[in-house]
């Protein structure tokens, strides 16, 4: 079992920057490969970016690639998402998830095993 905890978060200019982290408990954080998504209101969730249990392999969005930058710190158990230059469509809440293997595509929702409760990012213009 593994929990995960978003934060982060927060209200920022069009053009702006955050810094999104998720801290994962447990002793196999290592093992998991880690991924991004996002819900804005009234849409559906969807990818925003992935990254290997190593650290080795990322993947975007191709609507934040250039912009977001998604790593780890294994020793800390935390995941990061760096945001740059946010735009007003960025608005949403965003989680972490957590998949145990990779068998299925990491940009499907379905593919993660564990998820946390969300941080409210919102991009005024």
């Known amino acids: 079992q593994v929990q995960l905890v978003e934060s982060g978060g927060g209200l920022v200019q069009a053009g702006g920057s955050l810094r999104l982290s998720c801290a994962a408990s447990?002793?196999?954080?290592?093992?998991?490969?880690m991924g991004w998504f996002r819900q804005a209101p009234g849409k559906e969730r969807e990818f925003v970016a992935t990254?290997?249990?190593?650290?080795?392999?990322?993947g975007y969005a191709v609507s934040v690639k250039g912009r977001f930058t998604i790593s780890r710190d294994n020793a800390k158990n935390t995941v990061y998402l760096q945001m740059n230059s946010l735009k007003p469509e960025d608005t949403a809440l965003y989680y972490c998830?957590?998949?145990?293997?990779?068998?299925?595509?990491?940009?499907?929702?379905?593919?993660?095993?564990?998820w946390g409760q969300g941080t409210q990012v919102t991009v005024s213009s």
């Open positions: 998830a957590a998949a145990k293997s990779a068998a299925r595509a990491m940009s499907m929702a379905g593919a993660y095993d564990y």
């Open positions: 990254i290997s249990w190593g650290g080795g392999n990322t």
């Open positions: 447990g002793r196999t954080f290592s093992t998991y490969n």
